[in-house]
T-cell receptor, first 116, second 110 residues
Framework: KAGVTQTPRYLIKTRGQQVTLSCSPI?????VSWYQQTPGQGLQFLFE???????NKGNFPGRFSGRQFSNSRSEMNVSTLELGDSALYLC???????????????FGPGTRLTVL | ELKVEQNPLFLSMQEGKNYTIYCNYS?????LYWYRQDPGKSLESLFV?????AVKQEGRLMASLDTKARLSTLHITAAVHDLSATYFC??????????FGTGTSLTVIP
């Protein structure tokens, strides 16, 4: 069974640009969550999508947005990039809503974003 | 906001020794997760603990949960080099949002 895939794996952008990251969950999984990982702030929750609807949102500015398609694939977009957005962006998929009883999140390899 | 604290942040231990990583969280949660992350890699799920008193073991790792104390422990028995990694605990709030601890970077020295 294929795992969670994320594309691209590495990305270099400059300040002010925007970026779109993609995540394909494990087949049959309907929930996709996004996280930002930095050395200073650790792992921070961005948002969760389930059946094309945003179910939860973390404490990030509106520059960070996402969506989920009918095949459960998800994208996140960051507009007007800032230096502080440099991070590893991880997505995780789960069978049902993340955090539900007995539910596990399976993480993708991440996208390493560098903002210059 | 739910706070999750792990200690120690860094742990250097000799092969063959035992040690425990602690995970404290600030508000009620009855679901706790442990993950492992190797350098440059993603997170791998280790344990899911769903109730007070839950104990799970896999190889040299054993995790337990005390929901009354809001404490989980990850015990390492007879450490080996392959266990070197960063370990994260995470809890969920009533809205099913995950909150991760700061991580414990474990180095096992031969």
């Amino acid at each position: 069974k294929a795992g969670v895939t994320q594309t691209p794996r590495y990305l270099i952008k400059t300040r002010g640009q925007q970026v779109t990251l993609s995540c394909s969950p494990i087949s049959g999984h309907r929930s996709v969550s996004w996280y930002q990982q930095t050395p200073g702030q650790g792992l921070q929750f961005l948002f969760e999508y389930f059946s094309e609807t945003q179910r939860n949102k973390g404490n990030f500015p509106g520059r960070f947005s996402g969506r989920q398609f009918s095949n459960s694939r998800s994208e996140m977009n960051v507009s007007t990039l800032e230096l502080g957005d440099s991070a590893l962006y991880l997505c995780a998929s789960s069978l049902v809503i993340a955090g539900g009883p007995g539910n596990e999140q399976f993480f993708g390899p991440g996208t390493r974003l560098t903002v210059l | 906001e739910l706070k999750v604290e792990q200690n120690p942040l860094f742990l250097s231990m000799q092969e063959g020794k035992n040690y425990t990583i602690y995970c404290n969280y600030s508000t009620t949660s009855d679901r706790l997760y442990w993950y492992r992350q190797d350098p440059g890699k993603s997170l791998e799920s280790l344990f899911v603990l769903l109730s007070n008193g839950a104990v799970k073991q896999e190889g040299r790792l054993m995790a337990s949960l005390d929901t009354k104390a809001r404490l989980s422990t990850l015990h390492i028995t007879a450490a080996v080099h392959d266990l070197s990694a960063t370990y994260f605990c995470a809890v969920t709030n009533t809205g099913n949002q995950f909150y991760f601890g700061t991580g414990t970077s474990l180095t096992v020295i031969p």
